[in-house]
């Protein structure tokens, strides 16, 4: 019953900055600026990518609900708080030394509180579906899968700015902005020592 969710997660537009480009003609502080942001980055990707795989464990038919209700409740949570400790990391970094560096960066971070308020709204909605049902609980599960999938389309094109020309090449050489593996583990709070699983997903445009 918790398929369709997982596949939704899958497509999310998480920022996950698996960007390809090695040019060498970068400016120096769009590098600087680049490392302080993906420093910062990585440990919220690996949350991110850890409640995607957490909720992807959840999916066999024979899952019961109260059990994927409390995994995916506690990745929703985790979600969101990665997504706005990014806002954060990106708004402390200041303006990218860029041509409208400052617009840019003021709409991803936007972006990046809208997403974690979007989260936390779905960790409320699975949290209030009742479990004792398992046909009315899937169909929650639907539902939130739906709102999933808008979160997922809508509203990206500032992040994808932010990954884009000269400032995306630097954050693509940056340790710390490369795509993470998962840690399975269907705690939301997952040890990093777990077997990997499933990888963070990407934005619509990129394999997940």
């Known amino acids: 019953m918790n398929k369709k969710l997982a596949a939704a997660l899958s497509g999310g537009a998480v920022l996950v900055l698996t960007l390809s480009g090695c040019s060498d003609d970068s ?32 999916t066999a038919d024979n899952s019961k609900p109260a059990d994927v209700q409390e995994t995916d409740s506690a990745a929703f ?11 954060t990391a990106v708004d402390s970094a200041g303006p990218p030394p860029v041509d409208d560096g400052e617009t840019t960066q003021k709409e991803a ?8 308020v979007a989260y936390a709204n779905l960790q409320k909605k699975v949290d209030a579906l009742d479990t004792k049902d398992q046909a009315e609980f899937a169909d929650g599960l639907k539902g939130i899968a739906d709102e999933l999938n808008k979160i997922s389309t809508n509203g990206d094109q ?17 340790k710390g902005c490369q795509k993470p593996t998962a840690s399975a583990s269907p705690a ?4 990093k020592e777990a077997a990997p699983s499933e990888e963070a997903s990407a934005s619509p445009s990129k394999e997940s």
Not at 109 to 116: F, G, H, Q, R, T
Not at 168 to 173: C, D, I, L, V
């Open 27 to 58: 400016d120096n502080k769009v590098n600087d600026w680049a490392k302080q942001v993906c420093d910062q980055v990585q440990p919220q990707l690996q949350k991110i990518a850890n409640a995607n795989a957490s909720i992807q464990q959840q």
């Open 77 to 87: 949570q985790q979600i969101s708080q990665a997504y706005k400790a990014l806002g």
């Open 109 to 116: 971070v936007k972006e990046l509180n809208a997403s974690s």
């Open 158 to 174: 500032a992040l994808k700015k932010l990954q884009s020309g000269d400032v995306g090449e630097a954050m693509a050489k940056q």
């Open 188 to 191: 939301a709070g997952a040890s």
